[in-house]
C-alpha cells in the first residue's frame, strides 16, 4: 500500500509561483514514473506532466515554459514548480504514480487578483 501525500497549494496572484511536492510511502517510489494532474471545477481531470523513473520530464502544452516537473527518489518525493501562473492555473492538482492505482488526494491551487 502507497500512501501519496501532497503539499504546497494555496492562493497566489497572477503571474506568482508556488511549489507542490508529493511525498510516497513506502520503497517502491523510484520504480515509478510519476505524474501531476489537475482538475478545473466543471472540467475533466488532465495531466498537466510527468517524469520517468530516471527523471525525464514531459509536460502539457498548456503548462510548457512555465511548470517543471522534478523529483528526488531518496526522499521519496516529485514536484511540481509551479511559475507564472494564470487564471486558468486554478485547480485541485492530484499526484499520481503511473499505472498505478495510487492518487493523492489532492492540493487546492487558486490563481487570483
Known amino acids: 500500500q502507497v500512501q501519496l501525500v501532497e503539499s504546497g497549494g494555496g492562493l497566489v496572484q497572477p503571474g506568482g509561483s508556488l511549489r507542490l511536492s508529493c511525498v510516497a510511502s513506502?520503497?517502491?517510489?523510484?520504480?515509478?514514473?510519476m505524474a501531476w494532474y489537475r482538475q478545473a471545477p466543471g472540467k475533466q481531470r488532465e495531466v498537466v506532466a510527468t517524469?520517468?523513473?530516471?527523471?525525464?520530464?514531459d509536460y502539457a502544452e498548456s503548462v510548457k515554459g512555465r511548470f517543471t516537473i522534478s523529483r528526488d527518489n531518496a526522499k521519496n518525493t516529485v514536484y511540481l514548480q509551479m511559475n507564472s501562473l494564470t487564471f486558468e492555473d486554478t485547480a485541485v492538482y492530484y499526484c499520481?504514480?503511473?499505472?498505478?492505482?495510487?492518487w493523492g488526494q489532492g492540493t487546492q491551487v487558486t490563481v487570483s487578483s
Open positions: 499520481y504514480m503511473l499505472r498505478s492505482a495510487y
Open positions: 513506502g520503497s517502491i517510489f523510484r520504480s515509478f514514473a
Open positions: 517524469i520517468t523513473q530516471g527523471g525525464r520530464p
